[in-house]
């Protein structure tokens, strides 16, 4: 069996084993919040950041929701990290940008934050501050016992079926799984070209 064959194959059963009463509760309460005029807040770093990026334009421009990605800015993000440190990045952001009640975060992570191992704490330190704030939580994520899981209110957990594999399966899922709400019926308010 060669490499591509594995991969190919973990990813058919990963989409098999998907949560889809998670991604439905997602998806209601993507509803909810664009009923209430709340803003959605996507949060991710590295491959999770481009991510982010894309989903913010679709959230956008398919469900009339209004995102944002505070790694679109880059001046705003290197200067935030510059003068205050990285773990403090988004909260900082979220706090200027007013995060309320109305509003939610949408986190895409491999490992949904870990304080005690000291990775993406800056979406550790963004969650408390959306959780004080009473906003939603939603993610999509690779690990279970992640932070974001832990507290989160709508989280998706990408089944590992090969640990070796954890993060290009949990960055290619994220793309699946928003792909999914951005064209789930009860969300989507444009219609997409193709």
């Known amino acids: 069996m060669t490499h591509s064959d594995s991969f190919l194959d973990e990813t058919v059963l990963i989409a098999q084993l998907l949560d889809r009463n998670i991604i439905e509760s997602m998806a209601t309460a993507l509803v909810e919040l664009r009923s209430r005029d709340g803003r959605l807040f996507l949060l991710g770093v590295g491959g999770s950041a481009a991510n982010a990026s894309h989903a913010v334009n679709d959230f956008r ?14 001046s705003e993000l290197t200067a935030r990290t510059n003068d205050n440190g990285w773990e403090s990045v988004f909260k900082d952001w979220l706090i200027t940008s007013r995060l309320c009640e109305k509003d939610a975060l949408l986190v895409l992570s491999v490992g949904g934050g870990d304080t005690e191992h000291n990775i993406s704490v ?73």
């Open 61 to 74: 421009k398919l469900c009339d929701i209004q995102s944002y990605a505070p790694t679109d800015n880059v």
């Open 122 to 194: 800056n979406l550790v330190r963004a969650l408390e501050e959306a959780k004080a704030r009473k906003s939603m939580i939603l993610g999509i994520v690779g690990r279970e016992e992640g932070y974001c899981k832990k507290i989160g209110d709508h989280v998706l957990v990408i089944p590992t079926v090969n640990s070796s594999n954890v993060t290009p399966h949990t960055e290619a899922f994220q793309t699946v799984v928003w792909h999914c709400l951005v064209s789930h019926p009860i969300l989507q308010n444009s219609a997409t070209k193709w």
